[in-house]
């Protein structure tokens, strides 16, 4: 607390310049949450992992577990659907959704495209997760795969998806962004509970 005054006439002296000062995470608290970012046991041992997609931006490692899953979510679109295409071309059906782009980088009769942002809300521009599953596979219940590259966006939509979607995607690929700002504690605390 007796810092308290000092910050507060720091803000007001820097404030105007366009400087900004923040709480920042302390450190035992990002330690904690880096450590339980570690690997676990895997849930099927020897399960190999496969790569799918182009080499460099956009392939992704995933378990060689795709038997009886069905439908795939792919949010975050952009100029690159590799990874999709080898999805759908296993047989998956993949729901693909981007509000920036018009249509896929490729074609696929797998393919179903949603010109929507993933959010926390649902609008012309945004869906949420649960409203997008909702309204393309609404009865089913058996396992799916999300694989989400959304800039930032992926702390909202996951911490609005319901318990119970959640516990149908068998397998998750999901890019985080911004991390370098968990040193920045309301960041920290908002972003951390995804984890």
């Known amino acids: 607390m007796r810092d308290r005054p000092i910050k507060d006439t720091l803000l007001r002296l820097f404030g105007g310049l366009g400087i900004d000062i923040v709480d920042r995470t302390g450190y035992s608290e990002l330690e904690a949450l880096i450590r339980s970012l570690q690997p676990l046991q895997p849930l099927h041992s020897g399960v190999e992992l496969i790569r799918l997609g182009p080499d460099g931006d956009g392939g992704y490692l995933l378990p060689d577990d795709l038997d009886g899953i069905e439908y795939a979510f792919s949010p975050g679109v952009s100029t690159e659907s590799g990874f999709e295409a ?9 729901f693909l959704a981007d509000y920036s782009v018009d249509r896929p980088a490729r074609m696929n009769a797998n393919f179903i495209f949603d010109k929507k942002f993933i959010g926390c ?10 409203q997008w599953k909702n309204g393309t596979t609404p009865d089913y219940h058996d396992d799916l795969l999300l694989q989400m590259d959304i800039d930032g966006a992926e702390f909202e939509a996951l911490l609005s998806i319901s318990a119970e979607l959640l516990s149908q995607f068998r397998i998750m ?10 040193l920045n504690k309301p960041y920290f605390t908002l972003s951390s509970r995804v984890f």
């Open 86 to 94: 080898a999805l759908a071309d296993s047989g998956l059906r993949v």
């Open 121 to 130: 809300l649902s609008n012309d521009t945004f869906i949420t997760l649960d």
């Open 173 to 182: 690929i999901i890019e985080f962004h911004y991390l370098q700002e968990l």
